[in-house]
């Protein structure tokens, strides 16, 4: 390959490359392949097309088989209580699940580090899988996942990490710091109003603060102390990226509502519009229909160019329209507007969720990548489980506590657990106190949607302050650059005007080839 250069008189010439120097081009694929987690050198080989369709299939069919079985607890939640004879307790049930999610979400993540990303996902399947009613159809895309994996040959050689560097005291106190803090407001949301200022509701909640602040000073003693030794499960490196840091805040704050309403609005339709379980699931689908559509919106407009900020502004924006114009539906003849807001919170909740995914993608090191990802979904799910607790404790307040009032005590010993069986009066008076506590839940659904604005606001305010400052120091570094780069100058004599006119010479010049004297 040929280098065209150009000389101080202006010509050009063209002369040859050493083949042993790599071009700009090249040098920066070489960079964009070069990981910073493997080591320099690991390049990362392309999969091939069919096959990587395939891998994505295996894990694709595992998300979904997490959502429906999410989507399944939410709607026979009603029935469980009915079966049991014991609403007040249904709450737990969920619970259970959202926070085994948050408990284990971070030091998972970490885990694939350890034992690698295959075996962490595969485990985490099986374990799913043993325990689902959708064994059979996780088997077979466990299997599909399995045979597709790469091979060695197809994959970088990672630098895997020893048990003795994962994080056991900042997971026990992640696990106890999130289990505590929402078993505080669940266990006082069934209770008696008198709650508040006892030892069991006080105590979980300060120990669960505690443990917050020992996950915060363990991550500054692991960066002071421990950085070689330890890979930590809450890294505080992470939180001194501003994008990241307040989309993950947001994180939180739009997982109140999501969970929220998610749990809650099935109950809503199986007892205020009388619908059957699997009817009232049915109802969820343009919620779960449009975060699909919302996320892949989100990852084509960020395809290209990075419009992150904007991305996550507009899904908290739609989700707060959402969420501010569900409380006002009141009956069963609001159910076709009920649809259509579930529908505009949907739509926000992808796009902000997969906006936050890029974020990770795009400001986090690789190294932390695994950790990111955790506390990023530790925080959506730990919002929702606060969000369900609430939704519990207004559950309590305005149906369960009230039974006696609403119902005489002849006709509440024989409901058995179902609302249903009221007729009259009797049933209209529940209806209006399950609207009552669904209206409550809602509104402060809505709130937190609207603080997730405020929080992403602040997040393009500072993005445009960061380019105005980037901007402001490119244009001082060209400034700095421009007498440097320019080339002295020298004042050429002026051309005798007899040589332009071709008559002579004039003194001290040269003209027609003559020699001076």
């Not at 010439?13 to 987690?37: H, N």
């Not at 689902?132 to 077979?140: E, H």
């Not at 926000?348 to 990023?376: C, E, M, W, Y």
Request: a neutral charge.
């Amino acid at each position: 390959m040929a280098i065209f250069s150009t000389r101080p008189d202006g010509t050009s010439s063209v002369e040859p490359r050493d083949a042993s120097q790599p071009t700009v081009t090249e040098r920066a694929i070489e960079a964009m392949e070069v990981d910073d987690f493997q080591g320099p050198g690991a390049y990362v080989n392309i999969l091939p097309v069919c096959r990587f369709w395939v891998l994505c299939f295996g894990v694709c069919a595992g998300l979904l088989l997490s959502i429906i079985d999410s989507s399944i607890l939410a709607t026979s939640l009603y029935t469980i209580g009915v079966e049991f004879q014991e609403h007040s307790l249904i709450n737990w049930v969920v619970l259970a699940y959202t926070l085994g999610y948050t408990g284990f979400a971070v030091s998972c993540s970490t885990l694939s580090d350890i034992i690698g990303q295959r075996n962490a996902f595969a485990g985490s399947y099986i374990l799913f899988v043993a325990f689902s009613i959708a064994g059979p159809i996780g088997v077979g895309s466990l299997l599909i996942f399995l045979l597709s994996w790469p091979s060695k040959e197809e994959m970088p050689r990672p630098q895997t990490r020893p048990w003795r560097q994962f994080d056991f005291v900042g997971t026990v106190l992640g696990i106890a710091a999130s289990v505590l803090v929402v078993f505080a407001f669940q266990n006082a949301g069934e209770s008696e109003p008198t709650i508040w200022g006892r030892a069991v509701f006080i105590a979980p909640v300060v120990t669960g603060l505690a443990c917050w602040v020992g996950v915060v000073a363990w991550g500054y003693a692991i960066e002071k102390w421990f950085a070689h030794r330890i890979v930590p499960v809450f890294p505080i490196q992470l939180f001194r990226i501003q994008r990241y840091a307040r989309s993950a805040l947001t994180t939180f704050l739009v997982g109140y509502p999501h969970l929220l309403l998610i749990f809650s609005f099935p109950i809503r339709m199986q007892i205020v519009s009388g619908k059957s379980p699997l009817i009232a699931g049915l109802m969820l689908l343009p919620m779960l229909g449009t975060v699909a559509i919302g996320s892949m919106v989100s990852g084509k407009i960020n395809s290209a160019k990075d419009h992150l900020s904007g991305t996550l502004r507009c899904g908290t924006w739609m989700m707060a329209l959402g969420f501010v114009l569900l409380p006002t539906i009141k009956g069963s003849e609001d159910d076709a507007k009920a649809l259509g807001f579930l529908a505009f919170a949907g739509f926000g909740f992808g796009l902000f969720t997969a906006a936050a995914t890029n974020v990770i993608s795009v400001d986090v090191p690789t190294r932390q990548k695994a950790s990111a990802h955790g506390i990023t979904a530790q925080a959506k799910i730990l919002g929702g489980s606060l969000g369900i607790s609430i939704s519990t404790l207004f559950l309590h307040t305005e149906v369960i506590n009230r039974l006696p009032e609403l119902v005489p005590p002849e006709e509440l010993a024989s409901v058995r657990g179902d609302v249903q069986n009221l007729r009259g009066a009797s049933l209209e008076a529940v209806k209006r106190a399950y609207v009552s506590a669904f209206h409550k839940g809602i509104t402060t659904a809505a709130v937190a949607a609207c603080l997730a604005v405020l929080s992403t606001a602040f997040i393009t305010c500072q993005m445009r302050r960061r380019e105005r400052r980037r901007d402001v120091e490119q244009q001082q570094q060209r400034e700095n650059a421009a007498p440097e780069e320019e080339e002295p100058r020298f004042a050429e004599p002026p051309i005798p005007l007899q040589t332009i006119a071709g008559g002579g010479v004039a003194e001290g010049g040269v003209a027609r080839g003559e020699p001076a004297k």
